[in-house]
């Protein structure tokens, strides 16, 4: 059996060819590191299947021959609720309004859009509460979507309502 892997020597029971084996198996705490390093030190010739852990995104990452492009390896976000300011049912279309999407998995450096139209600012709070402030919209219902900085993301479909408040003289 396998005992030990050595990068400066080859021992009696080192792995000395290409193949490590059909099955692994590690028990208990054991565990494989994989290569890792920021976004900027990733190969610059990938190939599909290359896994990685990005120190900078902290999640692991494989290169995806599909897009041509490196992809977390990640749980994406899930937009639980969305909960307007106050007791609002709806937002003012001139924008400015916070609003407070729950969930899970939601990370620093996200972003969120209104129906294609990027929010006007953006707090994470924790993991499972960000709050973002409204753009300016004509009065309808839009999608909204949350995109982490790994790229993963979740649409919250028709999530949103943008209506006239009417003003009182």
Known sequence: PL????STAIGADSITSPKLAHNLDLDGTEFVRVPHGTTAQRPSSPLGGQLRFNTDLGTLEQYNTNTNAWAAIDSPPIISSLAYSGSNTATDPAGGETITLT????KTGFTASIGGTSAASTTFVNSTTVRFTTPA???????VTFT????????LTNGISVNGIPTFT
Do not use: H, V
């Open 3 to 6: 005992t030990r892997i050595s």
């Open 103 to 106: 969930g899970s998995n939601f």
């Open 148 to 155: 982490n900085n790994n790229g993963l993301a979740a649409t």
């Open 137 to 143: 919209k004509t009065a309808g219902d839009y999608d």
